[in-house]
């Protein structure tokens, strides 16, 4: 190229990495445009090579186009000047440095092409040259172009083929933990038990180690409990046998007892009070998690009270998403839940009034 004046310099270059994808910018300079528009059809200027998610690239600029439809405009290409093996995948686009104050770096309304070596992408018909030079982007002879550039960076969602991963010979397997079967079948036998509950009437046994391991509420019983009364059985009030049976096999298991779906939003319900009672915090997210799914109108003054008393955030969310629906609030405000939760959580009027203000109804 005999134009000695012009060519790309290098003004600015980022790149920032979010997520899978790597940002980046170039901005290209075209000093000396006059001197540019002798270039025939088809032949471009090089900008230097700049480093973008870890690839070289380079953009072409074809001042008289880049074919002969395009003869009357300008072209700028973005090229991948390296030899990769793999296409690298890119969205760009072209723009004028003084348009884009207000452009975003995302480019998601771009498509995503396949670059690959010494090959590019770009705009065939940038801008007619006689636009170009009625417009204030050319300014003292010169202009300049930015070019954003978005990499999708695949590699997290590569798999490893089925064939392969099948080929791998597997000497040894190992099963899935068993450590709740035991400690269930502990719970079952009463083996080596040493303490006694009652709970409504009925008796349970059961192993101090174990639920004092479990339950920060039950160690401190415990310790606080004198070998010589060791012998008598702990009472357990407030609470019904089903229920105490239940937490048990969670304390034992790490998992709930099958329910049928009539019981199950009430022993929620009881099984979440429990929880709080025995700081057992997984345990208060599982039945938090489960009743969740049994908020309707005729439900929902109980468990959003319950949800206000026990600091269930998760739950009092759903609740008040339930109650988003203009419908739903109306059955709601029409049944007795709305005397209950005045009785049992006033709070909870206050914060559902306001939610009303907002939805205008
Ligand atoms: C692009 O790649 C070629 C070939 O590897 C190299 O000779 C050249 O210096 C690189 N840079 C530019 C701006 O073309
Ligand atoms: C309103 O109630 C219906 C029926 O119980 C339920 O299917 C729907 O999801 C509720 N709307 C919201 C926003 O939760």
């Not at 440095?97 to 995302?106: I, K």
């Not at 929880?275 to 039945?287: D, F, Q, S, T, W």
């Amino acid at each position: 190229m005999s134009s000695t004046a012009v060519g790309g310099k290098l003004e600015r270059s980022a790149s920032v990495i979010i997520a899978d994808a790597m940002i980046g910018c170039h901005i290209l300079k075209i000093d000396g445009y006059s001197r540019t528009k002798g270039t025939p059809t088809g032949e471009f200027i090089k900008s230097h090579p700049f480093t973008m998610g870890g690839h070289c690239w380079c953009i072409r600029y074809y001042p008289n186009g880049y074919d002969s439809e395009s003869a009357d405009y300008i072209s700028v290409f973005l090229i991948l000047n390296e030899s990769v093996t793999k296409a690298v995948k890119a969205q760009h686009k072209f723009s004028f440095v003084d348009d884009v104050e207000e452009q975003t770096l995302s480019l998601t309304s771009e498509d995503i092409h396949d670059f690959k070596s010494h090959h590019g992408w770009g705009q065939k018909t940038f801008i007619k040259r006689e636009a170009l030079e009625k417009s204030k982007h050319l300014k003292d002879d010169s202009f300049m172009v930015r070019c954003d550039v978005t990499i999708i960076n695949k590699i997290h969602t590569e798999e490893i083929p089925m064939a392969e991963a099948a080929t791998v010979p597997t000497f040894v397997s190992v099963p899935p933990s068993d450590l709740h079967q035991h400690l269930g079948d502990l719970l079952q036998t009463n083996k080596d038990a040493d303490v006694v509950f009652e709970v409504g009437g009925e008796t349970f046994t059961a192993h101090r180690c174990v639920l004092g391991a479990r339950s920060p509420v039950f160690s401190k019983l415990f310790g606080a409990m004198k070998e010589s009364c060791a012998a008598g059985a702990v009472r357990i009030e407030y609470m019904e046998a089903p229920v105490f049976k239940a937490l048990f096999c969670f304390i034992y298991t790490d998992s709930l007892p099958e329910m049928n779906k009539e019981d199950e939003a009430a022993m929620s319900q009881h099984l979440l009070v429990a929880a709080c009672r025995y700081n057992l915090e997984r345990l208060k997210l599982i039945c938090e998690h489960k009743l969740c799914k049994c908020i309707e109108a005729s439900t929902l003054a109980t468990i959003l009270a319950l949800a206000e008393q026990h600091h269930c955030h998760g739950l009092k969310k759903a609740c008040f998403n339930f109650l988003s629906s203009p419908v739903n609030l109306t059955a709601v405000l029409a049944s007795d839940g709305i005397e209950y939760l005045n009785r049992s959580c006033p709070s909870v009027i206050k914060e559902l009034i306001a939610k009303i203000g907002a939805l205008g109804i």
